[in-house]
């Protein structure tokens, strides 16, 4: 059993920049990648951006060049450093974990809100 806490989330300005960080408890030395999600209200949950644990990561179109990723595998961390804000940046982020190969892990969500 893996545990996912968020931390970061909050209100921000266009062009702002927020830091999302995720601590895993439990099983953690197994996970595979590690990353977040967002869904914002009346849409689906889409992808974000993933780390592995050899640090590889990847990133959806509409993040790239303004969001990175990375990963304390030391301490089951990842973080994800948000740049250029958008208000289309707008939801709740969630973090995710993939544990043994198998296990989809997700936290609680925290909500992040990009106006003036």
């Known amino acids: 059993q893996v545990q996912l806490v968020e931390s970061g989330g909050g209100l921000v300005q266009p062009g702002g920049s927020l830091r999302l960080s995720c601590a895993a408890s439990?099983?953690?030395?197994?996970?595979?990648?590690m990353g977040w999600y967002r869904q914002a209200p009346g849409k689906l949950r889409e992808f974000v951006a993933r780390?592995?644990?050899?640090?590889?990561?990847n990133y959806a179109d509409s993040v790239k060049g303004r969001f990175t990723i990375s990963r304390d595998n030391a301490k089951n961390t990842v973080n994800l450093q948000m740049r250029s804000l958008k208000p289309e940046d707008t939801a709740v982020y969630y973090c995710?974990?993939?544990?043994?190969?198998?296990?989809?892990?997700w936290g609680q969500g925290t909500q992040v809100t990009v106006s003036s």
């Open positions: 439990g099983s953690a030395l197994s996970i595979n990648y």
């Open positions: 995710n974990a993939l544990v043994g190969g198998w296990q989809n892990y």
């Open positions: 780390i592995t644990s050899g640090g590889s990561t």
